[in-house]
T-cell receptor, first 114, second 115 residues
Framework: EPEVTQTPSHQVTQMGQEVILRCVPI?????FYWYRQILGQKVEFLVS????????KSEIFDDQFSVERPDGSNFTLKIRSTKLEDSAMYFC????????????FGPGTRLTVT | AQKVTQAQTEISVVEKEDVTLDCVYE???????LFWYKQPPSGELVFLIR??????QNEISGRYSWNFQKSTSSFNFTITASQVVDSAVYFC????????????FGTGTRLTVIP
């Protein structure tokens, strides 16, 4: 069964460094998402992406964040200058269509900023 | 604005007991979808069910059942004859027609099933 994959599974970085989290959505899916979950807290929406552009973003998704679909398969989240509070699990998700479809989540990347 | 409330932060039950996880949602949209996800200790998010706002029929899938009531804006989840493998954090989530289908999650309920 097709699945969303994410790399790396765990990333440790120093404050102020740039990180890129990678996701490979399910191949025929059209909508892509990033969510974040700070340890022990709820899952929070960051950004949605469709037709090669951001369709919606939350207030968390400030200028330090960017997303890109550099080729036909990868979907990346870049954090330009990491802060301690960026430490969280980052989930990528994809769905074949809008609204009525469930989102398929990847296994997550645990980001630790020291 | 959309909001999902899961008032139960932690529940413990003894194996084989039934348990109900509560979910109350708020939205002004008339078209919306409700979801339940399971997050086991390994951390991934596992999709359990999706219901749309036009379908209030309850659903049963094995030991799992869901009770959707628009009158009380609730979408409760019952596990019958709980098992240790049901131990996880369960999230209720909402998406609305006017958005980009992003999910609004509740704070989750941590279920511990004691053998």
């Amino acid at each position: 069964e097709p699945e969303v994959t994410q790399t790396p599974s765990h990333q440790v970085t120093q404050m102020g460094q740039e990180v890129i989290l990678r996701c490979v959505p399910i191949s025929n899916h059209l909508y892509f998402y990033w969510y974040r979950q700070i340890l022990g807290q709820k899952v929070e929406f960051l950004v949605s992406f469709y037709n090669n552009e951001i369709s919606e973003k939350s207030e968390i998704f400030d200028d330090q964040f960017s997303v890109e679909r550099p080729d036909g398969s990868n979907f990346t989240l870049k954090i330009r200058s990491t802060k301690l509070e960026d430490s969280a699990m980052y989930f990528c998700a994809s769905t074949p269509g809008p609204l009525s479809y469930e989102q398929y989540f990847g296994p997550g990347t645990r980001l630790t900023v020291t | 604005a959309q909001k999902v409330t899961q008032a139960q932060t932690e529940i413990s039950v003894v194996e084989k007991e039934d348990v109900t996880l509560d979910c109350v949602y708020e939205t002004r949209d008339t078209t919306y979808y409700l979801f339940w996800y399971k997050q086991p200790p390994s951390g991934e998010l596992v999709f359990l069910i999706r219901r749309n706002s036009f379908d209030e029929q309850n659903e049963i899938s094995g030991r799992y059942s869901w009770n959707f009531q628009k009158s009380t804006s609730s979408f409760n989840f019952t596990i019958t004859a709980s098992q240790v493998v049901d131990s996880a954090v369960y999230f209720c989530a909402l998406s609305v027609r006017t958005g980009a289908n992003n999910l609004f999650f509740g704070t989750g309920t941590r279920l511990t099933v004691i053998p």
